[in-house]
């Protein structure tokens, strides 16, 4: 009988132990998703925070008609912008750019005949994988989109749109 009473007793301080090692681990946890909770309580209000700064900067990209990123800027269909020479416009959420190349303000000698006024601008329209030499006075055949430009002072600057072609 003894023999019996000192397994049982055994079988008992071994469950005795595993109930302390269990009590431990249930307060190691409990300390942890305490630390957890509240670190998640802060993450939260961080992600909140994070969410509500990407969908404004969204939508003032959205809203806005010309968004300037860098030297580059990026417009809304049918949105004037003044550029300057080298300078990319690109048009929101398309392959489309248009790149100032070069001014020309040669006036017609009084000598000649000329046809236009001796003045343009000379665009690189992008579209897609397609580039197109084009100008203040030329449309590009066969283009999905057109520049079209509104004021300029033939020498610095030129104010645009980029618009779809009548044709397409």
């Given amino acids: 009988m003894e023999e019996i009473d000192s397994k049982n ?15 431990d681990f ?7 998703t305490g630390w957890f ?3 998640m309580i802060k993450h939260k209000t961080i992600s909140a925070v994070v969410v509500l700064i ?12 010309v968004v300037a990123i860098g030297n580059n800027k990026v417009v809304n269909l ?7 020479k080298n300078q990319i416009v690109k048009l929101k ?18 000598s000649q005949e000329c046809f236009g006024s001796g003045a343009t601008v000379e665009y690189m329209l992008n579209v897609g994988d397609k580039s197109y030499a084009t100008g203040s006075q030329t449309k ?3 283009a999905k989109y057109q520049v079209e430009t509104v004021s300029t002072d033939y020498e610095t600057y030129a104010e645009i749109k980029i618009i779809k072609s009548d044709e397409n």
């Fill in 140 to 142: 590009v055949e066969g």
């Fill in 9 to 23: 007793l055994a079988k008992s301080q071994h469950a005795t132990s595993n109930t302390s090692r269990l009590r």
């Fill in 78 to 84: 049918g949105s004037a912008v003044k550029i300057e």
């Fill in 54 to 65: 990407i969908v404004t900067a969204v939508l003032i990209f959205n809203y806005l008609p």
């Fill in 93 to 110: 959420y398309t392959d489309v750019s248009v790149k100032i190349m070069n001014f020309s303000n040669t006036p017609c000698p009084k």
């Fill in 26 to 32: 249930a307060e190691k946890i409990k300390k942890t």
């Fill in 37 to 39: 909770t509240a670190l």
